[in-house]
């Protein structure tokens, strides 16, 4: 989570998986945060996350270095693809 300019750098970080997760967002920026998300794995070892794969509003930044759109895991789209149109964050 990046809120109010917060940033997170993870450059080709493994996250690993030791049970089923149930969250609201597995990814959330908002209020100016930058998150910066290159060359991860995520190890599920066989366990799901169920919840939606990102939010970004409010001038936030999350950047996959063309990730794409099921980069993090997830049950669900994202929210907040682009400045223009509410949310107002940019998931690229």
């Known amino acids: 989570?990046?809120?109010?300019?917060?940033?997170?750098?993870?450059f080709g970080t493994t996250v690993s998986?030791?049970?089923n997760v149930?969250?609201?967002?597995?990814?959330?920026?908002?209020?100016?945060?930058?998150?910066e998300a290159f060359a991860m794995t995520f190890a599920l070892g066989g366990f799901t996350v169920t919840g939606a794969r990102y939010t970004v509003a409010d001038g936030a930044i999350i950047d996959t270095s063309g990730g794409g759109?099921?980069?993090f895991?997830?049950?669900?789209?994202?929210?907040?693809?682009?400045?223009?149109?509410?949310?107002?964050?940019?998931?690229e």
């Open 22 to 35: 149930t969250t609201t967002v597995f990814v959330y920026a908002a209020r100016g945060g930058l998150i």
């Open 1 to 10: 989570m990046a809120t109010v300019k917060g940033l997170v750098n993870s």
């Open 17 to 19: 998986l030791l049970a």
């Open 69 to 71: 759109a099921n980069y």
């Open 73 to 91: 895991p997830g049950s669900s789209a994202g929210t907040g693809t682009n400045f223009g149109a509410a949310p107002y964050g940019l998931y």
